[in-house]
């Protein structure tokens, strides 16, 4: 098992069926689903899981990351606070599919209170069979990594 089909998937309270499903979509398609949880409805802090999924994408362990929340915005800030995360939230498969084209981004945030399953899935989805074109979008993703340091 290597880190280019492994997915980390965390979120918080609010949105553990989703996480569910999309663990169980993802799995179908042949990813291997590492999910942090949590797996109980009592509330969360949401940093602290937009993080651990972060660390696992920063690391190697996972190629992709996928977080959730009510909006997906906390949880985003949290993991872009990691050095080498790319995280944007997405609402539509349009903007999923340019974060991964021109940002090379390795995380996706969504918004359970946002978004409905169906549209979830469809994000994800656009997202995973998105590539990085590179050229002068490479430019300016060392520009963002450059402010890391």
Not at 103 to 120: H, P, T, Y
Request: hydrophobic share 45%.
């Amino acid at each position: 098992m290597t880190a280019s089909n492994r997915i980390v998937l965390s979120s918080d309270h609010a949105a553990i069926e989703l996480r569910q499903a999309i663990a169980a979509h993802i799995a179908a398609q042949g990813w291997v689903v590492v999910d942090i949880g949590p797996t109980t409805p009592e509330s969360t802090p949401y940093p602290k899981h937009g993080e651990a999924a972060a660390r696992l994408v920063a690391s190697g362990d996972c190629r992709f990351g996928i977080i959730l929340c009510g909006t997906g915005q906390g949880i985003m800030m949290a993991a872009n606070k990691v050095k080498g995360i790319r995280c944007g939230v997405c609402t539509d498969t349009f903007s999923a599919r340019m974060i991964r084209q021109h940002n090379d981004a390795n995380m996706l945030s969504i918004g359970v209170r946002v978004v409905g399953g169906g549209l979830a899935l469809d994000i994800v989805d656009a997202f995973l069979s998105a590539q990085f074109e590179g050229g002068r979008h490479a430019t300016r993703v060392e520009m963002i990594g450059a402010l890391e340091s």
